[in-house]
């Protein structure tokens, strides 16, 4: 099927917003396309970041009614151009408003709305998060999306910041969608640039996603509308400080991704237009699975019984214990440090070699944590295929333990991944020894052989500085976002990740949106995967040699956290760079790679 996307601005007056539409519409239909995804609030002008209307008469005013003109007019362009069409508007849920006090809040939703060729409304999905002002005018969703089978396939509908969290996308994914329509409307890259390809890739699905250009919000600031009509003020407006106009225009960045996260259409200008990519749903399972590339169901991976703890209090986690606080633990441990020293090293070397390597490495290092990949010293993980060969790394494993807790210094650690009673477990190793285990939580391939743990632990670890809390998953652990979140909620400052690249995509998306979407600090550390690369055909990315194919290296990651996640605080301080919440990154490189990290951050939550 052939996708396209739109990307434009809108106004204050509605029948303009439809013009509009039927423009863009029309422009798209010019590429013959099976689907075309408009942005996020195209009847109207709103920005969550401002309160956007200057009472409620306003929002209901510029409101849509269900069996309106509007609706009418775009079903209408999707008979014509004979293609699915996804509208997004704000939709009056109440039969009507009988009165004209401005501080009364109706029933208004954030709708997509999804045409069929035939010129039918076949599907609406609200909004599910809404983000700042937006819960002041506007009502979310009372129940998840539904999945929507066409010809071509399962299409999901997504709206706004839906996509900045997993949770949306997830549902979904696990009802059968394999292409997510997405609408938005932001001023900012950080869905465009990493949490969109995440959804994609972390469900093995398509994303279309459609974003404004342009001012969003009106010509007339805010605090004069409220001069003018000093009798509404009420708490809607409680906020002080409002962000400049100036920063609220639509980033655009509208982008077609592939599952495995590769970006197949995008347009790179902030500018009105439409961009599309021929894609086959198909490509989102194999026989109704979808697959990882070792072959590991992603579907079937899922624990769920796992991940019930997301939705019980933060103080009754399920399956969860505390890992007794260490003796050499002082008086400053109620202490979170600002900063801690992180390293990871990766040897190129194999069984007690590489073991040699590291404690060489260890005793000319004065990092507070050490983070190796995953049985760092077995380079093909596919020989451990019978007992003898499990039982020979087991007494690797035991080996390093030996061997690596006399050079460690006191408060600092060595995270990996061995093989300890027959089963694959992440550990950290202190000067005492092992001071604390993580059983692999979920299936894969490569390690088919062992027995899966129940619980996650969270590690209470001493620094010289202070404590800080810690967990660590290892396999394709970290590659479950359900799982990380379960840690997050349970307080913990640091995600370290023993684990082996499987895909690009794990380092380019996953784990970033994993460390912003939790305000986490991550450590990862991977051997070195090299994959190959297909460049993008792409017009505006300008790709001269269209059947160039080229080797890709993928390594770990330090992701650290900004210390300040606030956007009036970044504009204050003339450091807004078009992302609210960035990550902050530092590529494994060569056999050593340093960093520090900021766990205090990880406390602003």
Known sequence: MRVAVSQFASSINTQENLATCIRMINEAAVCEPSLIVLPEFCNTLFCHAQPGYVDHNQAWNEALPANGTFLQRIAQQAKQHDCYIVLNVTLRRDLLRDHQDGTIQSNISVTS???????????????????????????????????ITTPFGKLGLLTGSDSMTFEASRGLALHGAQLLCHSINSFVLDQSNLHGPARACENKVFLASANKVGSLVPPVKIQE?????????????????????????????????????????????????????????AECSINNKK????????????????????????????????????????IQKNKVPVTANVAIFATYKSNEQAIEDVCHYIEN??????????????????????????????????????QVSPVLRPFQYVCTSLVIEGKHQAVLISEHG?????????????????????????????????????AMLTADDANIPEIVNVAALNDIHVLLVPFEIQEPCEVEYSLLSRATENRICIVAASREKSFVNDLPIDKDMKTKNKNKIKSQKSTGLIINLTTDCTLLSQLKSNKFTGYINPPLVKHQHGKITKAVIHPIAACKK
């Open 113 to 147: 709305c999804l045409f069929s060729p035939s010129g039918d409304l076949i599907h609406q999905a609200d909004k599910q998060t809404l983000t700042g002002y937006e819960n002041n005018f506007f009502t979310s969703a009372k129940q998840v999306s539904e999945v």
């Open 225 to 281: 509308a409220l001069e003018e009509q000093p009798q509404e003020k009420s708490v809607i407006y409680s906020a002080e400080d409002l962000i400049p106009n100036e920063v609220l225009v639509g980033s655009g960045q509208s982008q077609i991704v592939s599952p495995n996260g590769k970006v197949l259409a995008k347009i790179t200008i902030n500018e009105e237009g439409f961009i599309f990519a021929d894609i086959d749903l």
């Open 291 to 330: 697959l990882r590339p070792d072959g590991t169901d992603l579907i079937k991976q899922r624990r769920p019984e796992l991940y019930q703890g997301l939705a019980a209090s933060i103080n009754q986690p399920l399956h969860l214990k505390k890992v007794p606080q260490h003796e050499d633990a002082h």
């Open 365 to 402: 290092n004065l990092s507070d944590i050490i983070q190796l990949p995953e049985l760092f010293f077995i380079a093909d993980k596919t020989i451990l295929n019978n007992a003898e060969q499990i039982a020979a790394a087991a007494c690797l494993s035991q080996q390093l333990i030996n």
């Open 434 to 470: 092992v001071f604390a285990v993580q059983q692999q939580l979920h299936f894969c391939q490569r390690y088919q052989w062992t027995a899966l743990g129940n619980e996650v632990n969270i590690i209470e670890l001493p620094l010289e500085q202070g404590n800080i809390n810690v």
